[in-house]
């Protein structure tokens, strides 16, 4: 080899949770699986280097070792849906894509305009065909779909909150999937990756208002009474307005949410969605975990009238997680931690 030669990970934080996934799950079982990966976009500035993750080795942040560490994580869940977020689109043709392929799953993938990564599911062929994709970009969704109007129109009182809104270039991927099984069962399987900001909670609140509304036009009028699964990095804590819209049905125009980033910001109305949803690996103590910040960010919610989970498959420990200090590290290549569950047709 003609480059330095550099340590290997060791022990994987991944590698326990490898011994629940070694086999693909039953028929009537979906094993889920949702992660952030830390796009290269990310991870390779100077700011990352010596700001966000000044723990971690230099090497363990280039792509080409994340690359690596990622698919053998990933091969290893023998999941059968699998969401992530800030995947870079050559990493997702060069790289996720051929890999995940060999393991018998087929990609999607759906771009942020304005950054180079994006959003990517990934289902088992053998389990599921595709029936139909509805990727939308929220900003545009917002301006130009009808369904959206009642909100778009609420939000014009708004300007300064309306203008960061249209701002941000956060997509969501949905897929309808059939069971090769059992062709009468579908599922829609919904993937976003909300603002991310910490004083962003209004924004993340029209953001998610904008999916729902979106899925419960496929998933009611498309599809009627199909089940739900919606995965994410939703940038959210459980104490948050979003993860309280979400698992609730409703949030109430005086929420405090709504004045996230001060008065100037605020913008007070009510939601409602007409899903159940519950989040299938509950309320991890976090999912994030970096040297400034750690917490629940990221879920996998299920339509508990349809869906009921057989096994959440535990996270690592937090003596494995802080070996290193914090995330990302040698031995993992994310600064999220991948949710994972085995969930069955009630």
């Not at 062929?125 to 029936?131: C, H, N, P, T, V």
């Not at 599922?187 to 609140?205: E, S």
């Not at 339509?303 to 420990?317: G, H, R, Y």
């Amino acid at each position: 080899s003609s480059g330095p030669v550099e340590a290997g990970p060791g022990a994987c934080t991944f590698d326990a949770r490898h011994f629940y996934t070694k086999k693909v799950c039953g028929q009537g079982a979906v094993r889920a699986v949702s992660y952030n990966i830390l796009a290269d976009t990310y991870a390779q500035t100077e700011f990352s280097r010596t700001v966000l993750y000044p723990y971690c080795a230099p090497y363990a942040l280039e792509l080409d070792y994340r690359q690596n560490l990622l698919k053998k994580e990933l091969a290893g869940y023998s999941a059968d849906l699998i969401c992530l977020q800030e995947v870079d689109k050559s990493v997702f043709v060069d790289s996720l894509a051929p890999a995940l392929d060999a393991f018998g799953l087929e990609g999607l993938f759906k771009i942020k305009e304005k950054q180079h990564e994006g959003l990517a599911t990934f289902y088992r062929r053998d389990k599921f065909s595709l029936l139909s994709q509805h990727d939308i970009a929220f900003s545009e969704a917002l301006l130009s779909d009808p369904l959206h109007k009642e909100l778009c129109d609420k939000l014009a009182q708004y300007p300064v909150v309306q203008e960061k809104v249209l701002q941000r270039s956060s997509v969501l991927q949905v897929a309808v999937l059939q069971s090769t099984a059992d062709p009468s069962r579908k599922i829609c399987v919904a993937n976003t990756h909300l603002y991310w900001h910490p004083k962003g909670g209004n924004i993340r609140l029209i953001q998610i208002a904008v999916a729902l509304s979106h899925i419960k036009h496929i998933a009611c009028d498309l599809y009627p009474s199909i089940p739900i699964i919606f995965c994410g990095d939703f940038n959210s804590t459980p104490s948050s307005g979003t993860y309280s819209f979400i698992s609730s049905g409703g949030i109430a125009e005086d929420h405090e949410d709504w004045v996230s980033n001060g008065e100037e910001e605020r913008c007070n109305m009510p939601l409602n969605h007409p899903f159940k949803l519950l989040s299938a690996c509950g309320e991890p103590a976090y999912t994030n975990y970096v040297g400034g910040f750690h917490g629940c960010l990221d879920y996998i919610f299920i339509d508990k009238n349809a869906l009921e989970v057989e096994q959440v498959i535990p996270l690592p420990s937090h003596e494995e997680i802080t070996t290193h200090q914090a995330l990302p590290s040698v031995s993992h290549p994310s600064d999220h931690i991948a949710l994972i569950c085995d969930l069955k047709w009630k």
